[in-house]
T-cell receptor, first 113, second 115 residues
Framework: QQQVKQSPQSLIVQKGGISIINCAYENTAFDYFPWYQQFPGKGPALLIA?????SEKKEGRFTISFNKSAKQFSLHIMDSQPGDSATYFC????????????FGAGTRLFVKA | EAGVVQSPRYKIIEKKQPVAFWCNPISGHNTLYWYRQNLGQGPELLIR????????DSQLPKDRFSAERLKGVDSTLKIQPAELGDSAVYLC?????????????FGPGTRLTVT
């Protein structure tokens, strides 16, 4: 119930292409869904986040799509660049759980120049 | 503004030895988190502090792990004795307020290797 399942484990995309990472959750009490970006040797950094009352949120080249009925959400990176090469984590939390954040296992993205 | 500071960055110890990690959160952040990140996995919460109070330590293996946050600022996480399975990156994070999904700012982590 507390898990967040993330796929794919790794992803290779050509420069300029679209990177898509998917996540699914079981706990319908989750009400905050952030995505974090982590570079080697660094801690995760918040990239973009969404609440379940909207179906999509866009910030620059990054878009979260949210499907509440399917309990799924995804990150789309448009015009992917080599600098986007990193590990991406989806996560979920809820007010009732003290906003304890549950992270997915991560997706290693490599953007080929 | 300085970010979350952690030390040491790397630590190699033999099993059964003690080890301690230190974290200095962003100034003014009263919520502090310790996470463990195993290789190829996402971070898993060990303990969360609101000021000096540990409000969620349900995932902390209390037989060997301990943590403290004196004066509600710096925090120390200790393992005694360390086991081979404790090899991981230990991340500290902080956020500004309690009671909301405020952005967590992570430090660079301490990579622990237990041999």
């Amino acid at each position: 119930q507390q898990q967040v399942k993330q796929s794919p484990q790794s992803l290779i995309v050509q420069k300029g292409g679209i990177s898509i990472i998917n996540c699914a959750y079981e706990n319908t009490a989750f009400d905050y869904f952030p995505w974090y970006q982590q570079f080697p040797g660094k801690g995760p950094a918040l990239l973009i986040a969404i609440r379940p009352d909207v179906s999509e949120k866009k910030e620059g080249r990054f878009t979260i799509s949210f499907n509440k009925s399917a309990k799924q959400f995804s990150l789309h990176i448009m015009d992917s660049q080599p600098g986007d090469s990193a590990t991406y984590f989806c996560a979920a939390s809820n007010r009732g759980g003290g906003f304890k954040t549950i992270f997915g296992a991560g997706t290693r993205l490599f953007v080929k120049a | 503004e300085a970010g979350v500071v952690q030390s040491p960055r790397y630590k190699i110890i033999e099993k059964k030895q003690p080890v301690a990690f230190w974290c200095n959160p962003i100034s003014g952040h009263n919520t502090l988190y310790w996470y463990r990140q195993n290789l190829g996995q996402g971070p898993e919460l060990l303990i969360r502090y609101e000021n000096e109070e540990a409000v969620d330590d349900s995932q902390l293996p209390k037989d060997r792990f301990s943590a403290e946050r004196l004066k509600g600022v710096d925090s120390t996480l200790k393992i005694q004795p360390a086991e081979l399975g404790d090899s991981a990156v230990y991340l500290c994070a902080s956020s500004l307020k309690r009671g909301g999904p405020y952005e967590q700012y992570f430090g660079p982590g301490t990579r622990l290797t237990v041999t």
